[in-house]
């Protein structure tokens, strides 16, 4: 990684501006996953630590630029206090006088958490003023947010052209240097795990690795819009007809000679609905007309769970059907048991995207995988070859 970092930069007695990810599920106003707060600890610790000043920023749901009192960032401020043992103070806003006020009473060591970003519609759309207003409070800018970085808002881009020192922290830097390590000199062989609803989501990931990776393994709703390409029944199972030639194209790029192939499940657990209280399996890879795919079946489970234990680097982004149905989870729990496996045996691993975290902390395995990704969206676009808006605009080291 070549951006300035956290460590490189001196922070006794300097207010940092730091950027954090503090958009966590809540219930009755208290955090019911403190994941996301937990992993910007070290560069809060640290900060702390060293005598500065810390002001963080973040956002919360999606309030698009109104004051919503269930979206306020006071719980994580109370969880935050939790973990640090240390009073973290609220602000009314994250701008204007009051705030600033706040700002300037900070001591060596203290903390400030700025209220949510996203209740002033200028966050999102990169304003110049509101960029100029929030940097104000910093002398220094550290952005740990890797689940924002995608974005070029006015907290992760906007606020680095008023702030001379730009880094990374901790976070930012261990996603940088695990995800980097996917796509830049990958000991083989190389398995890419691909799930979710749509081919649309992750086409460009996959036409981005299909010169680096040795296997791509395709489960999910998009597994059946590659399966209807290929002629055959897919019943009522998810389908992006205007994709079809979008997954042949991909489809077209593999096989024998090419180096790298993709898998398509040869079997499934199929049912009426997603809701349903259990289903079936079939015999091959067609589909009756009145079922939906919800799942992989043992076939290809089992040929999968193959691939993924002889490979030596291994990125898993996606179920392989509707996990958040117990009767449906068993292909998905398998490939997490796979990849801790092959992890424990030496493999390299990254997971990322939120319902792929999310099928790996109900297995109990995530403390088995090398490296869980906090980003999403921006670890999808990290994996197409992308510049992440947030991380560009970080100070080169």
Known sequence: MNKLTIDQVDLMGKRVLMRVDFNVPLKDGVVTDDTRIQRALPSIKKIMDEGGKLILMSHLGRPKGEVKPELSLKPAAERLSDLIGKYVAITPDCIGGETSEMVGKLQNGDVLLLENLRFHIAETKNDEAFSKELAAFGDVYINDAFGTAHRAHASTAGVTNYIETCAAGYLMQRELESLGRLLHGAEKPYVAILGGAKVSDKIEVINNLLGTVNNILIGGGMAYTFLKTQGKTIGKSLLEADKLDVAQHALDKTGEGAGVAINLPVDHVVAAGIDAAGGNTTDDVEIAESDIGVDIGPKTMATYVDIIKNAKTI???????????????????????????????????????????????????????????????????????????????????
């Open 315 to 397: 990125f898993w982004n996606g179920p392989m059907g509707v996990f958040e149905n117990p009767a449906f989870a068993k292909g998905t729990l398998a490939i997490a048991q796979a990849v801790a496996d092959a992890t424990d045996a030496g493999a390299f691993s990254v997971v990322g995207g939120g319902d792929s975290v999310s099928a790996l902390n109900k297995s109990g395995l995530s403390d088995k995988i090398s490296h869980v990704s906090t980003g999403g969206g921006a670890s999808l676009e990290f994996m197409t070859g992308k510049k992440l808006p947030g991380v560009d605009v970080l100070n080169d080291a």
